[in-house]
């Protein structure tokens, strides 16, 4: 095997999956127009490698000669962390956008499970080696790789007892094949990846070992497995012309809920079953390595709409004013804070339990609270710089109507800039922070690595906080022993 070419993913996905959207059932994911745009930004990042400016940065050699992309290389040591972040960067600057559930970012759940090696010997050698196998067939044979996580949830007090119709993922059968699995899963990008790795999100710790048992399952599912439905949300970006909104025209990612119907899981795809423990391991630890990638992404996405606050102010010359330069710094000040986090959880690095090198855990968990609690106030104080011209430009069928020409001259010209640059950078602005994509993508980064609350326990599960104790215990001459478990 080697790297994929752009051609070859796209033919790759014409295998038969079930994918419906808009009322039909879609014949070839890559030809359908909803999909054809991200499938080409895939398609662009299958190529990439390939080229001699890029195959450095790109690639990675694993120990008997194959070429891999170098975003499914296990981190090492500090540099390859170093070389992830360059991977990330490089690819999201050729593509001049940012996409997020595109194979790097989805790929470090499966290092997290990795990394609990010992846990899975101890119930089965095999899934142990399923892992090992499956990470190294990733990178070999360059699949896509997303991440199924979250169950539509209804009442919550009935989703173990089956009272609820039994929604929430479960192996319904067990056989000489392998294991046969009901359920659903949200899943961005499922419909145009090759395959998932499924796992749950929430257990009823309290319903017993026994109860839970079906539900404690993870393994890979391969996206055109039969019974397999992917029901796709409606395209925002499809129909618009790219000149009005050039992100929604071509960074759209779309979501979709997969049914699992009796879908049969074979055994070497199996990674962890009837395993509480597992499920337990692999919530606490997901985004390990993943949350890199991610927040990597929103630093791009704070440079976007630093980038066009500033060009904003600069045409009208208000970044001369040092309100506006307040205003930019605040700006500039969120943007430093998120690359301070990633600079630091490099440079602080830590061994993992299976001997990888993860990014520093709590400068990572905090770096993405930081970066998404901020990113509304970010696009606030963008949307003030940028002005109310970015809710009232008529789009480009209009600026170009001769009849009304000389108005749009009169009053869209200022200084070095024509009506026309003026309006592309409005409408790119508009399409960062107002269209229905920018409404889309604000929601899909509130939640898409766990809500914020998760998100929280992230951060206090990954910080000690025992030496704060020690050092007020000891300046306030305490005289107690014991902190609180929790
Ligand atoms: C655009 C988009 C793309 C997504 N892509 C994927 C994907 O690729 N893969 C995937 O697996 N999932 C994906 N998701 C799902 C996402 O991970 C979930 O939306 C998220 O985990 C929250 O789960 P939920 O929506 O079921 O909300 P709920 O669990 O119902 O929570 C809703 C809110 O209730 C409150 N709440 C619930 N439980 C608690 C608690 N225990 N403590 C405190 N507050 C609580 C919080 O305010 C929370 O935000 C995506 C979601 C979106 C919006």
């Known amino acids: 095997m080697a790297l994929m070419t752009g051609e070859q993913y796209r033919e790759s996905l014409n295998d038969g999956r079930e994918v ?11 030809e359908h127009p909803a ?25 990675a050699t694993l120990p008997d000669g194959e070429v891999i992309s170098r975003a499914y290389n296990p981190p090492k040591s500090k540099e390859d962390l170093t070389a992830i972040r360059n991977h990330v960067e490089t690819v999201l600057d050729d593509l001049g956008g940012v996409v ?8 470090g759940e499966m290092w997290s499970l990795y990394d609990a090696q010992d846990k899975l010997n101890e119930i089965n050698p095999i899934y142990a080696d399923n892992i090992k196998y499956h990470i190294d067939r990733v990178a070999r044979e360059d699949l896509f790789h997303v991440s199924a996580n979250t169950d539509p949830k209804g009442d919550r007090s009935k989703l173990f007892s089956g009272k609820d119709g039994g929604t929430l993922l479960h192996v319904v059968e067990e056989n000489d094949k392998g294991i046969v699995v009901k359920g659903a899963k949200f899943e961005t990008a499922a419909a145009y990846a090759h395959q998932a790795f499924v796992k749950p999100t929430i257990l009823d710790w309290a319903a017993g070992e026994e109860t839970m048992a079906p539900f404690a399952c993870g393994f890979i599912c391969d996206m055109g497995s039969p019974g397999l439905k992917h029901i796709c949300r409606t ?12 992100i929604s025209t071509k960074f759209e990612e779309i979501d979709t809920l997969l049914i699992f119907d009796n879908v049969l899981i074979p055994w070497e795809n199996v990674l962890f079953h009837r395993s509480l423990q597992s499920a337990a391991y692999i919530r606490s630890t997901v985004h390990r390595y993943s949350a890199f990638n991610y927040v990597l992404r929103m630093l791009r996405r704070a440079d976007y709409l630093l980038g066009a606050a500033t060009l904003n102010a600069d045409q009208t010359g208000l970044t001369r004013l040092q309100a ?5 710094s605040q700006l500039i000040n969120y943007r430093e804070g998120i690359n301070a986090h990633l600079t630091a959880a490099v440079a602080n690095a830590e061994e993992s339990p299976g001997g990888l090198i993860m990014p520093n855990q709590s400068l990572l968990y905090t770096g993405r609270v930081f970066a998404l609690s901020n990113f509304p106030a970010m696009a606030h104080l963008t949307r003030e710089l940028v002005g109310g011209q970015l809710a009232v430009t ?9 009849a009304i020409k000389e108005y749009i001259d009169r009053y869209y010209s200022v200084g070095e800039w024509s009506p026309e640059e003026r309006a592309k950078l409005l409408y790119f602005a508009r ?9 889309h993508n604000t929601t899909f980064e509130l939640f898409a690595q766990s809500p914020p609350f998760a998100q929280q326990a992230a951060v206090f599960n ?17 005289d107690v022993k014991s902190s609180v478990s929790v």
């Open 462 to 478: 990954n910080f000690d906080l025992e030496p704060q104790r020690e050092l007020v215990k000891k300046a306030a001459k305490l």
């Open 324 to 328: 506006v330069q307040e205003k930019i």
């Open 394 to 402: 008529p789009d480009t069928a209009t600026m170009s109507d001769p």
């Open 100 to 107: 997020y559930r595109v194979g790097d970012e989805t790929i």
């Open 431 to 439: 399409d960062l922070l107002n269209s229905s994509l920018a409404g």
């Open 235 to 246: 395209s925002v970006g499809q129909g618009r012309k790219e000149e009005d909104y050039p």
């Open 20 to 30: 419906y959207i808009d009322g039909e059932r879609v014949k070839n994911v890559a």
């Open 35 to 59: 999909f054809n745009p991200i499938v080409d930004i895939k398609a662009r990042m299958y190529d990439m490698p390939h080229e001699d400016r890029y195959k450095e940065t790109l690639t």
